[in-house]
């Protein structure tokens, strides 16, 4: 059984994933949505990736170049720009310091009165 994720949450942290995908190696968009998918993202569709990483390509983050593919239209390859190498570490320590902040919180014991 696959747990869904909070969309929500989702699209906070999908840009920051795309980034540390597409530096472990380049790709094309549905080979991307596959291995967000093999990570466990299942819910996650063509139609918020290919968005965002259109965006992050205007954002100079990415770099694309087309191959001929056997299977059909030329594949857009994406890989990172050295920008985009910068942002991935950025927002790397960003998601760090975040979910240590919330984890601190949630660790706290909660008690009888709390809330009420």
Excluded: C
Excluded at 73 to 91: C, F, H, I, M, T
């Amino acid at each position: 059984m696959t747990e869904s994720h909070d969309p929500q949450l989702l699209k906070g942290v999908l840009s920051l994933l795309l980034l540390h995908l597409i530096a472990e190696r380049e790709s094309y968009g549905y080979e991307v949505v596959q291995r967000l998918q093999a990570a466990g993202f299942a819910d996650v569709l063509e139609g918020s990736v290919y968005p965002a990483l259109n965006r992050l390509q205007r954002d100079g983050l990415l770099g694309t170049r087309l191959v001929p593919s056997p299977a059909g239209p030329a594949r857009k390859y994406y890989r990172l720009s050295e920008q985009g190498r910068r942002a991935l570490a950025e927002s790397t320590a960003a998601w760090s310091r975040h979910v240590a902040g919330v984890e601190a919180v949630l660790a706290r014991p909660l008690t009888a009165e709390g809330g009420h």
